[in-house]
């Protein structure tokens, strides 16, 4: 019986994952790896890591399937976005992955803010940040002009593994839109925007259509990893594209958050929306003739593990997430007037500041552990209706959204979010979106499937888990406090004194 292999690389793991015809899950294999950040924004990750965990998780799913006598029929591959890593003309790495965690490229990105940011908006859907390709390629030219020069090809991590199983430098659009590149419109490289960042096209790799057959698994890979050799390989797209699928989001004016590290907020469209702010971006859909308007927070569940490994896990030993879920219902809605900026990693939508960072405010002797922790829910909470409040302005049919990642499991959380929001949250049944995404894209790649409403209509258990609904005290108090927390955002120093302490903090 045929089965599809979904590869889904994130920033902490590689994920292999066996569905059956009928999507529902056969096997799941996991590697974990390790991002190496230092003080001055360097994030870093060694590619032969990626090389060896997609190896060792091929070569289990592939014994596995063989064990049960099923044939893995594709592999379809999701993964983290904007990440570059350069290859020699025979495919090898001349560095480090550069992750899209890296901030060297900070100052590049508000030089081009200043010099072309609205030209580059209006053909790219993208405001550059540290977070995209274009920048990092751009400091790469400039810091080490001997790597940019040897680099046949510039890829991202999705385009390395696709190469590494099928010997064919490719990408896709979902991925190729967030790297500023990418006329957004037209879903094609442009020349205009590579001019503007100084790059060579021939570094980019051949761009196809999401969900496209992008090769077959080469011999030499299948002899590695005892998967056939001309196994159909598919793109089905970057990460957050395949959850918005994975979620059924399908028609425009649906929406949905992924809670993970970062919080990442997106909304369907059937036709290029731009913001006139510059506040969110445009993608490429997973999905065929659709876009992806997503509005992103730089920190949510990162900032929720470091304060649990802070504040409640003991050494060598993890946090109990019922203590810290006990101790956040105990603390009231407002949390006793606390507040917390989540913005460790800086600000993303709407204000896009590399150099914000988090604050706890209104401490006093009478603030507990718990009302720490529920601001901490309740500022990341508010930072994603921001983000829902831009999208409503942009796309007026935005409303409910769905939920899925590591918070949204957490009932205290996803009622927070409806209160701040003042729209219903539908927690989503199946967790695996992302790779219920790309198993979608293959199936139809495959021809299971006439269309992906058909997959979608035809999955097991449905999606909405529970529904949670805003309440009308909850909502009055958070319109208070968000107030507030607004003056408070406003209130802090400049970027000069937020530069000098990040000098203090690398001492």
């Known amino acids: 019986m045929p089965v599809i292999l979904v590869i889904d690389t994130g920033s902490s793991s590689m994920r292999g994952i066996l569905f059956d015809q009928n999507g529902e899950i056969l096997l799941k294999e996991r590697r974990k790896y390790f991002m190496s950040v230092e003080a001055d924004g360097t994030a870093e990750q060694d590619p032969a890591v990626f090389a060896r965990c997609l190896e060792e998780i091929c070569a289990a799913c592939a014994g596995w399937a063989g064990a049960q006598g099923r044939s893995i029929a594709a592999l379809s591959f999701t993964s983290q976005r904007s990440s570059i890593l350069p290859l020699s003309r025979a495919g090898r790495p001349l560095c480090n992955v550069i992750t899209w965690y890296d901030k060297r490229s900070a100052a590049i990105c508000e030089q081009m803010i200043r010099r072309c940011g609205e030209e580059l908006y209006t053909l790219a859907g993208m405001r550059p940040t540290p977070v995209l390709s274009a920048p990092k390629m751009a400091w790469l030219r400039q810091a080490r002009p001997d790597v940019y020069a040897q680099a046949d090809k510039i890829v991202g991590i999705h385009d390395y593994l696709l190469l590494l199983c099928t010997g064919r430098a490719v990408t896709d659009a979902t991925l190729a839109s ?57 793109t089905a797209g970057g990460d957050q594209q395949c959850s918005v699928l994975g979620q059924g989001l ?227 108090l958070y319109r208070r406090l968000n107030t507030a927390r607004r003056q408070l955002a406003q209130s802090l120093p400049n970027r000069e004194l937020s530069r000098l302490l990040a000098g203090l903090r690398s001492q």
């Open 178 to 234: 967030r790297t500023c590149l990418m006329d957004v419109r037209r879903l094609r490289w442009s020349d205009r925007l590579l001019d503007l960042f100084g790059l060579d096209g021939d570094k980019l790799c051949e761009l196809l259509p999401p969900g496209s057959v992008a090769g077959s698994v080469t011999r030499s890979f299948a002899e590695k990893t005892g998967l056939a050799p001309g196994t159909p390989v598919v």
């Open 250 to 476: 399908l028609q425009a004016g649906m929406a949905g958050v992924t809670v993970g590290t970062g919080a990442y907020l997106a909304a369907v469209s059937d036709r290029p929306v731009f913001d006139p702010l510059r506040r969110v971006n445009l993608n490429a859909a997973a999905s065929p003739g659709q876009w992806v308007l997503e509005a992103s927070t730089l920190s949510s569940g990162s900032v929720y593990d470091w304060f649990n490994r802070l504040f409640y896990a003991r050494p060598g030993q993890t946090a109990s997430l019922e203590q810290i879920d006990r101790e956040v219902r105990e603390s009231p809605a407002g949390a006793r007037g606390v507040l917390m900026l989540p913005d460790l990693a800086g600000k993303g939508c709407p204000d896009w500041d590399d150099w914000a960072r988090g604050v706890f405010y209104n401490l006093s002797f009478a603030a507990t552990r718990g009302d720490c922790a529920r601001a901490l829910l309740e500022g990341i909470a508010a930072e994603i209706a921001e983000c829902h409040q831009v999208l409503r302005e942009l796309l007026p049919g935005t409303g409910p959204i769905r939920s899925t990642g590591g918070l949204a499991k957490f009932d205290i959380f996803d009622q927070i979010l409806s209160d701040m929001i003042e729209f219903p949250v539908e927690r989503c049944t199946i967790e695996e979106t992302t790779a219920i995404g790309a198993f979608l894209s293959a199936g139809r790649a495959l021809g299971w499937t006439s269309s992906l409403e058909e997959a979608c209509g035809r999955l097991p258990g449905g999606r909405a888990a529970r529904r949670f609904e805003p309440q009308a005290a909850e909502v009055s």
